[in-house]
């Protein structure tokens, strides 16, 4: 039987010992809310894994910090997607420092032109209609908080534009973020079945159970029609060849890090919010 995913995260020592009191599903909700008030990714070490109180009945965790407080505090003042450049101890998107952060109401998407982009439409996952008047390309990382918060941005734009917005996904799972890659596996395994838009969908919303449920759990959630084919690809630890596609063309043309989109040939570091990616869509109604 596959193991329940290890959640990859910190709390502090005030969230560790609310989550000594309550259960690992509680446990799981409080380390969240913590993750949303310090903006801190989830590549922070696990110093260890305790078992949750007794008297609940079942295994939890509590999540120990390895790094000081001081870190943490400066940390809460960062919104940053997840990225590559280490500051501190910690990752940080270089386009969100020098350009105020998530916070700044003025700021707005950096884009770098892409050569060929085109061919980004080639391979990776379609969500949305073939023909859409606007199709973006995304590079994410199933694992990475700010993917979750971004999966939300295009979720309403979907809803809105039903008809005229489309994704094609891209996988970069990022390599301080131990359940990137097993979750990127188990994208292309239900995508074998047919289902990946519907894996897509609910992955993210299920991120604050990553360690509580399993592998095997969060694929099989999305109703894929063969099981045991299902736990045969899940089984296979190999190098999946279009993981490792999608993450040669991302380094390609400068992704580094998550979420990054490409629009009309320009690569977004960060991506574009809803408001932005709504006036996108309008322009292309109405050319």
Known sequence: MISALPRVTATTAEAEVRCRRESAAACAGIVSAH??????ASH????????ASPQHGRSGFILHMNIK???????????????????VGLFFHPSWITRGGAGDPSSR???????NWEMLLQSGHRIGPEH??????????????????????????????????????????????NLAYPLARAAECVSQQGVFAAFYDSVYRKQNLFGILS??????????????????????TARVAAIDSDLALGRRIGVGGTPEVVVDGNLYAPAPNAKELEAMVASHLHR
């Not at 922070?44 to 078992?51: F, H, N, P, Q, R």
């Not at 592998?215 to 045969?232: C, F, K, N, T, Y």
Request: charged share 15%; aromatic share 10%.
């Open 215 to 236: 592998l095997e759990q969060v694929a099989m959630s999305v109703g894929v029609p063969d099981s045991s084919r299902l736990r045969r690809c899940l089984a296979d």
């Open 109 to 115: 998407p950096a884009k770098t032109p892409v050569a």
């Open 69 to 87: 407080e001081t870190v943490l505090n400066a940390a809460a003042v960062l919104s940053a997607t997840c990225a590559v450049v280490v500051t």
């Open 132 to 177: 859409a008047a606007l199709t973006i390309i995304e590079f994410a990382d199933f694992e990475c908080p700010f993917c979750g918060k971004y999966a939300l941005v295009i979720d309403s734009v979907r809803a809105r534009y039903p008809n005229d917005f489309a994704v094609v996904f891209h996988h970069f799972p990022l390599p301080y973020h």
């Open 35 to 40: 993750l949303d008030q310090t903006h801190l």
């Open 44 to 51: 922070l070490s696990v110093k260890s894994w305790l078992a």
